[in-house]
């Protein structure tokens, strides 16, 4: 864990202390990335920041899961789906926030402070701080 924490120190943006990327993490565009302090990101989760991420303080991210800043666009229809332009936008993960295990975070999406994202949700839009959400596509469950 160590050697992953010093290499990833080495190769973003920014990085904090007290941060642990557990084995099995895929990170990609780690120069576009920025991560807080007391952040964890458990086993099997892919991270592409390559559009721009930014993960702020206390942070847990659970395991399998993965944040996208990355798309497709489907308007070319010369050529096949996965030939058409790519799209990049950025995702925020603000302060003291929950990512439960099996979440999908897609480009363009800002996580409010103080959030919980239930296990398996997809999070396509953005998330008021102090909510907890959940569910495909996500929403609001409760309030905190």
Wanted: aromatic share 4%.
């Amino acid at each position: 864990m160590l050697i992953r924490f010093v290499i990833f120190k080495n190769l973003s943006l920014s990085c904090g202390d007290n941060v642990s990327i557990h084995e099995g993490v895929f990170l990609k565009g780690l120069n576009t990335m920025e991560i807080g302090t007391n952040v964890s990101i458990h086993s099997m989760c892919y991270i592409d920041g390559t559009g721009g991420l930014k993960i702020g303080d206390n942070i847990s991210i659970a395991h399998s899961s993965t944040i996208m800043t990355t798309g497709h666009t489907y308007d070319d229809i010369s050529i096949p789906i996965k030939y058409n332009n790519a799209t990049m936008d950025s995702v925020l993960l603000e302060d003291d926030i929950w990512i439960g295990a099996g979440c999908r975070i897609l480009s363009g999406v800002t996580i409010g402070t103080r959030s919980i994202v239930a296990a398996g949700a997809v999070v396509n839009k953005v998330v008021e701080s102090n909510s907890i959400v959940g569910g495909i596509p996500a929403k609001i469950i409760k309030k905190i």
